[in-house]
């Protein structure tokens, strides 16, 4: 198994390390990318989540306040996050 910090970090000893062991440099490569890709689609859900924990924060002091409409809107907002989720 690759250590994916050590392989996003220090790719060249990666690299020869691995090319000992027969994987090609391009293998290498190609799984750096998926990681890069990985990390930043796990960014990407992270914000959408804060995006719809806030709204849904803001929709519960709607309600309190009695602003229906305002907090009709927020839940459109909510589902259409949760949707994306």
Known sequence: MIDQKLLLTNLESCIQNLGRK???K?????????????????????????Q????????????AKKEKEKANKAKKHVGELKNIL
């Open 22 to 24: 027969s994987v090609s």
């Open 26 to 50: 391009k293998k290498i490569l190609e799984v750096q990318n998926l990681i890069l890709e990985k990390n930043k689609s796990i960014q990407k859900v992270e914000e959408l989540r804060r």
């Open 52 to 63: 719809k924990n806030q709204k849904s924060q803001e929709i519960g002091q709607l309600m």
